[in-house]
T-cell receptor
Framework: DTAVSQTPKYLVTQMGNDKSIKCEQNLGHDTMYWYKQDSKKFLKIMFSYNNKELIINETVPNRFSPKSPDKAHLNLHINSLELGDSAVYFCASTTGGLGTEAFFGQGTRLTVV | AQSVTQLDSQVPVFEEAPVELRCNYS??????LFWYVQYPNQGLQLLLKYLSGSTLVKGINGFEAEFNKSQTSFHLRKPSVHISDTAEYFCAVTHLSSGSARQLTFGSGTQLTVLP
């Protein structure tokens, strides 16, 4: 069973389009995240939700909007896609205290053309 | 604020040789430290973590890391690498005062390439 699953794995789209990436975790975790990995492999947190409540919202264009319908899902909607949005987006989840590990999805490679 | 520095962006090493991947962190509070591995076209997988106690931490696949508070380092080591260890390795930190806002701050990654 996949612990954290993201769909789609690959997404190629034109500039200006609106797209969504879905994430689901079956671990019973209460906190979920979106990370962006750029072309140089640098990972940066974008958002974090705890029990469906937004708790981390880093400096991200407001074209990016996370939505958490329930504890097990955290989707990422991106409006008016730009070339610079091309990256790999990772969903992750954790539970418990600060020392617990984060479980990551396989990533969604977004290419904007 | 906290930050993580991985001093080497690329580390080539021959098979069966030892390897050390360096990681230094800065934080004004106590931290928890992690090493993650990312194989090509895959997500991140936890190798090991330091929370407290013994400063030498053993992880999966024969890796270990040593926490050195005075040098603010958490270097990753393996005595004998295999071709299958070729991957990107990330050091990460989260700190104790995060409260409910638990987030990982990652280093820039080190590409380990094991040569035959």
């Amino acid at each position: 069973d996949t612990a954290v699953s993201q769909t789609p794995k690959y997404l190629v789209t034109q500039m200006g389009n609106d797209k969504s990436i879905k994430c689901e975790q079956n671990l019973g975790h209460d906190t979920m995240y979106w990370y962006k990995q750029d072309s140089k492999k640098f990972l940066k947190i974008m958002f974090s939700y705890n029990n469906k409540e937004l708790i981390i919202n880093e400096t991200v264009p407001n074209r990016f909007s996370p939505k958490s319908p329930d504890k097990a899902h955290l989707n990422l909607h991106i409006n008016s896609l730009e070339l610079g949005d091309s990256a790999v987006y990772f969903c992750a989840s954790t539970t418990g205290g600060l020392g617990t590990e984060a479980f990551f999805g396989q990533g969604t490679r977004l290419t904007v053309v | 604020a906290q930050s993580v520095t991985q001093l080497d962006s690329q580390v080539p090493v021959f098979e069966e040789a030892p390897v050390e991947l360096r990681c230094n962190y800065s934080s004004s509070v106590s931290v928890y430290l992690f090493w993650y591995v990312q194989y090509p076209n895959q997500g991140l997988q936890l190798l090991l973590k330091y929370l407290s106690g013994s400063t030498l931490v053993k992880g999966i696949n024969g890796f270990e890391a040593e926490f050195n508070k005075s040098q603010t380092s958490f270097h990753l080591r393996k005595p004998s690498v295999h071709i299958s260890d070729t991957a990107e390795y990330f050091c990460a930190v989260t700190h104790l005062s995060s409260g409910s806002a638990r987030q990982l701050t990652f280093g820039s990654g080190t590409q380990l390439t094991v040569l035959p």
